[in-house]
Every structure is written in structure tokens, then in C-alpha cells.
């Protein structure tokens, strides 16, 4: 469930917030299709996730590469900002 919470006053000024929502240990792992742009022959990737305490980015286990897509396919227990580090 994701909690908004609006405030809009019958001003011509309007205000919204959005609440931070953290969804982590997910019982079912969610899977990643994340695109590859430009992918060069003798690369190897990694799916990364933004780590926020650690202001970094870490790597997930056990992603695997699909040339024919294009893309890296991963499995993560939380959702966060993702990407596909070389």
C-alpha cells in the first residue's frame, strides 16, 4: 500500500506529498529484466541496486546475462532503484 497524503487548499496555491515506502524481505523474489544499452562483446554485468545508508551501489547475486534481449535478468527480495553495472 502506498500512503499519499494531499493537501489542497481552495487558494491558488496546492500541495502534495508523497511518503517514502520500503518494501523489503518479499517472501517471492521479484525478477529484473534491465536493459543493456550499447553491450560490448567482452563485457561482463552485474545487476546493482542504490544502496541508500551506503550512498553506493551493490551488486545483486546470481544475475545472468540474455544476449538474444539484450538484457540481464535478476531476482531481488526488495525494491529499490536498479541498474546494470559493467
Known amino acids: 500500500m502506498i500512503n499519499i497524503d494531499a493537501d489542497v487548499g481552495q487558494s491558488t496555491s496546492e ?8 518494501v523489503n ?7 529484473l529484466d534491465l536493459p543493456v544499452t ?8 552485474e545487476c546493482a541496486y542504490y544502496n541508500e545508508s551506503l ?3 551493490t551488486t545483486l547475486p546470481g544475475g545472468t546475462y540474455d544476449q538474444i534481449s539484450k538484457s540481464m535478468h535478476c531476482e531481488s527480495r526488495h525494491l529499490s532503484v536498479f541498474t546494470v553495472l559493467a
Open 38 to 45: 550499447n553491450p560490448r562483446p567482452h563485457d561482463t554485468y
Open 25 to 31: 524481505n518479499l517472501k517471492t523474489p521479484v525478477t
Open 15 to 22: 500541495t502534495a506529498s508523497i511518503k517514502t515506502l520500503e
Open 55 to 57: 550512498q553506493t551501489w
